[in-house]
């Protein structure tokens, strides 16, 4: 039994939810102060200080300029990729976003209208989320690793008036063009924006045709604009995840719940104060880009370290030691598979040698299952706490860590730890019965979650519903399965579903099936992850072919990877195609997959006693095991 300052808080958080998240509220600049903190007037949707106004733009540049942080450093951007490194305090970032957002409001944008963005690792992304922020406008970032059909998807789902972009990305070995998949997404999509903001690149100049405009020239043309007062219920950003189905879910984050939760969590998740250097080696079209690159940082009054570049080859296995060492860095967090990357290139850890690492207190871990073995180079190497968080884009913040502000605990190797004050925990068999401590099931957080989850999804209350919360009622299902220690800690195992996790990225295997199922020599597939020494998992397709059809597996295989990276984009990471005799089915024909699944993570799967065909699974379990 844990006692302490996180036992304390964590009982508070539980029998007194609004008592707690209304005083952390006080944390937060209202424009009108809430008096409902627990909205459960529409259970199970719970809704957070549903009567306050605020503008999160304004707590997160205006605010600290008013207290006098005006000429610290608000953003560095560091990008080995260009070369350059550019700092911004927080007045010079706060004129850039109120100039931008002037812009945007030219452009027809006000409170509630959609943006998309798309836009590689520069400085503006992130000005141009703040801009939505402070206009009450509902920014949607789509990661640039995505192919134009998945960005259609997101635009036709967000309907956005505007859409930002950059002429180009950069990655280590080539130049991403964005206009390009841009202009498709566009032919793609049923919904037509307004316009179209771009920003030149030196590394790649574009024409600007039609509805495109260029950031600089509408820049000079507009005036910096002031905070617009917003309900706290009312949707900061919409960020799309991959469900089990191809259609991704557009994940909504409200201003209020977001601005309370994520100022909270900086001081007592990450041990983060006003003025610290904080670095979330991560990408803005991410959740945690969202979270701890742009919002969390600037609402703490720290300064943010947004980075373009890979951990190793730019320039090499030292680049994050070196970034630590030059600002100072207080916290750094990334995802496990960075760390992987960094210790196939450098296993003795030379190169961390070579830096002063003696401002880094503590290295925080998330995006995927932090393995032991990760967790024990990192941990000798670095010397300081590695700290494993778990969390999803549904939530925001995390459900389960060592919260090295509030208490640091014991750390145990293979855990992120305890939950969060908010979070209440369980796991639960299929019937949605709490399970014994050290046995698996279904992880599930009691409702109402904490502030700055998600209220819903995107113009879809029905699907959230469905998918989360009727699934065991009471609960939110958050798609993971795992367990509970005797002590309370949470072990996260995998997800429960289709849903795979390629280098801290989250894909849908459904979309890939959907798109190797279209080659014409298919007749079946199945896409399942397999384990990766660096990425965690890898996506690879079982196909069975049509009968009657003769094709050199190497064809096939090169067929259905261009198609992949047309589809759904290079992040997908797809590069295996086998074929096989057949798959494994029920009687009833349908295909094993969570069989499939089970062999391929190194469980010894009970074969299914509906099962059509046993035999199919000893010529796969082989293929299902290696890489
Ligand atoms: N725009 C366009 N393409 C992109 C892209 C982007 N923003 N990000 C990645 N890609 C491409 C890569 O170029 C690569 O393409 P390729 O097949 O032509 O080589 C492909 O998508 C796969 O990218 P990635 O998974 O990033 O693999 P990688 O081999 O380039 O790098 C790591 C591997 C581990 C170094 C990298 O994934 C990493 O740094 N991860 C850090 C953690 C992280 O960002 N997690 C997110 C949540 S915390
Ligand atoms: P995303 O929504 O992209 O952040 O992905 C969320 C999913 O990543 C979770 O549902 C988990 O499956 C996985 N995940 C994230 N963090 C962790 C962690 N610390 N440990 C285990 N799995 C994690």
């Excluded at 951007?77 to 927080?90: D, K, N, R, V």
């Excluded at 999804?457 to 699934?471: A, F, P, T």
């Excluded at 965690?536 to 196909?543: E, H, S, Y």
């Excluded at 089970?598 to 009970?606: H, M, S, T």
């Amino acid at each position: 039994m844990l006692m302490g300052r996180y036992a304390e808080a964590y009982s508070r958080s539980n029998s007194d939810p609004a008592g707690f998240w209304g005083e952390a509220a006080e944390l937060v600049h209202w424009d009108k102060k809430p008096t409902i903190i627990l909205d459960d007037s529409n259970v199970p949707l719970y809704r957070w200080f549903s009567d306050g106004t605020l503008n999160t733009c304004f707590n997160a540049l205006d605010r600290h300029v008013i207290l006098g942080r005006g000429e610290q450093v608000a953003l560095i951007h560091e990008s080995p990729l260009t070369g350059t490194s550019t700092e911004f305090t927080y007045a010079e970032l706060l004129e850039k976003v109120a100039h931008f957002a002037g812009v945007l409001y030219n452009l027809g944008v006000v409170a509630g209208d959609r943006v998309v963005i798309y836009m590689p690792m520069v400085p503006e992304a992130m000005i141009a989320m703040l801009a939505c922020a402070r206009l009450g406008a509902v920014h949607s970032v789509v990661f640039g690793g995505f192919a134009p059909a998945e960005l259609a998807a997101r635009i036709d789902d967000a309907t956005p008036k505007v859409i930002v972009t950059a002429s180009c990305g950069l990655e280590p070995s080539r130049i991403v063009e964005y206009k390009p998949m841009l202009d498709e997404a566009l032919t793609l999509a049923e919904h037509k924006p307004d316009y179209q903001v771009l920003l030149q690149r030196k590394q790649h100049q574009v024409e600007l045709d039609g509805n495109y405009l260029d950031w600089h020239q509408v820049l000079k043309a507009s005036q910096p604009v002031t905070c617009t007062s917003v309900k706290a219920t009312d949707p900061l950003y919409i960020l799309y995840t991959s469900g089990t189905t191809g259609k991704p879910k557009g994940i909504v984050r409200d201003n209020g719940g977001h601005a309370v939760a994520l100022t909270w969590s900086m001081k007592n998740v990450y041990n983060i104060d006003a003025g610290d250097v904080w670095w979330s080696a991560s990408d803005v079209g991410w959740v945690v880009g969202h979270s701890y690159i742009v919002y969390a940082p600037l609402f703490a009054g720290a300064t943010t370290i947004m980075y373009e570049g890979k951990p190793v080859g730019t320039p090499d296995a030292g680049a994050f030691w070196r970034t630590i060492e030059k600002y100072k860095v207080k916290g750094l967090f990334t995802a496990p598979t960075a760390i992987r990357a960094i210790k196939k290139e450098d296993p003795a850890g030379e190169w961390i040698g070579k830096f002063d690492l003696s401002s880094f207190e503590n290295l925080f871990l998330a995006g995927e299952r932090l393995d032991p073995d990760t967790y024990h180079w990192a941990t000798d190497k670095l010397g300081v706490p590695v700290i494993d968080n778990w969390w999803q884009t549904e939530t925001g913040w995390p459900i389960a860590a060592n919260m090295r502000g509030l208490e640091p605990l014991p750390i145990k190797p293979g855990s992120p730890s305890v939950p969060v004050p908010g979070y209440i925990v369980e796991v639960l068999d299929e019937h949605g019965h709490n399970v014994e401590p050290g046995h698996d099931g279904n992880i599930a957080i009691k409702l109402p979650m904490p502030p700055g989850t998600l209220p819903t999804l995107w113009g879809d209350d029905e699907r959230y519903k469905d998918g989360y919360l009727n699934v065991f009622p009471g609960y939110y299902a958050s798609g993971d399965g795992g367990y509970l220690d005797e002590d309370g800690y949470v072990y996260v195992m995998g997800r429960t579903d289709d849903v795979i996790n390629v280098a801290g990225h989250r894909l849908s295997t459904g979309s890939m099936e959907a798109v190797v199922a279209s080659h014409v020599a298919v007749a079946e597939c199945a896409v399942i992850g397999v384990a990766d020494e660096i990425k965690g998992q890898l996506p690879k397709a079982f196909v069975v072919l049509k009968s009657g059809i003769n094709i050199d597996p190497t064809v096939l295989q090169d067929e259905i990877v261009a198609m992949m990276r047309h589809e759904i984009g290079p992040v997908a990471a797809f590069h295996h195609v086998i074929v096989v005799p057949g798959l494994p089915k029920t009687r009833s024909g349908k295909i094993l997959r969570k069989t499939m699944r089970g062999i391929a993570d190194g469980r010894v799967e009970p074969v299914p006693s509906t099962i059509e065909d046993a035999s199919i699974l000893e010529i796969l379990a082989p293929l299902l095991r290696t890489n």
